[in-house]
T-cell receptor, first 113, second 112 residues
Framework: EAQVTQNPRYLITVTGKKLTVTCSQNMNHEYMSWYRQDPGLGLRQIYYSMNVEVTDKGDVPEGYKVSRKEKRNFPLILESPSPNQTSLYFC????????????FGQGTRLTVV | GQQVMQIPQYQHVQEGEDFTTYCNSSTTLSNIQWYKQRPGGHPVFLIQLVKSGEVKKQKRLTFQFGEAKKNSSLHITATQTTDVGTYFCAGRHTGTASKLTFGTGTRLQVTL
């Protein structure tokens, strides 16, 4: 089954404790991205990757890191989480290009206390 | 920067009433997509519009792309409780390759 898998689905952590949210897709997609969703703000892009070893900042990259060592995986790293990073995070993937739909993971609800 | 605004932010209708959400971009879009997110779920692709003035229908849903390719709308005829959720438009601005810019979303509540 074609899917984007995120882990964990829920996470509560403390300020400053490094964490990683994993994302994996099985569709051989070139393009992967991370979004955060906050009430009234919609989905805002954090980082995206056009292919292996190619990453770039989205609209709200501060406080986040990503890596793309393999085509299928695109982890999101919070080196020192802060309460303003409490949010619902989605990983997404698609084939590169302008005409193709995006598949989303199930989401990770992160709370930083 | 490139923005996509969506209105209204929230709408509550009675089952059987119609519903429309509007999406406006600050710059020309190469295409626009629409997604639906059920409560507690993730965004799911509904449709993509590419051509200027394009209109597409999916059962009770009608999607339009403006002539100038800067705005779009989603109209639901005779809403049902299964239509509940948040509807997002997402546009690709000309020259930005695969990057999708999402609208702020419209949350639809349908009651009997």
């Amino acid at each position: 089954e074609a899917q984007v898998t995120q882990n964990p689905r829920y996470l509560i952590t403390v300020t400053g404790k490094k964490l990683t949210v994993t994302c994996s897709q099985n569709m051989n997609h070139e393009y992967m991205s991370w979004y955060r969703q906050d009430p009234g703000l919609g989905l805002r892009q954090i980082y995206y990757s056009m292919n292996v070893e190619v990453t770039d900042k989205g609209d709200v990259p501060e406080g986040y890191k990503v890596s793309r060592k393999e085509k299928r995986n695109f982890p999101l790293i919070l080196e020192s989480p802060s309460p303003n990073q409490t949010s619902l995070y989605f990983c997404a993937s698609s084939f590169a290009g302008t005409e193709l739909l995006t598949f989303f993971g199930q989401g990770t609800r992160l709370t930083v206390v | 920067g490139q923005q996509v605004m969506q209105i209204p932010q929230y709408q509550h209708v009675q089952e059987g009433e119609d519903f429309t959400t509007y999406c406006n971009s600050s710059t020309t879009l190469s295409n626009i997509q629409w997604y639906k997110q059920r409560p507690g779920g993730h965004p799911v692709f509904l449709i993509q519009l590419v051509k200027s003035g394009e209109v597409k229908k999916q059962k009770r849903l009608t999607f339009q792309f403006g002539e100038a390719k800067k705005n779009s709308s989603l109209h639901i005829t005779a809403t049902q409780t299964t239509d509940v959720g948040t509807y997002f438009c997402a546009g690709r601005h000309t020259g930005t390759a695969s990057k999708l810019t999402f609208g702020t979303g419209t949350r639809l509540q349908v009651t009997l």
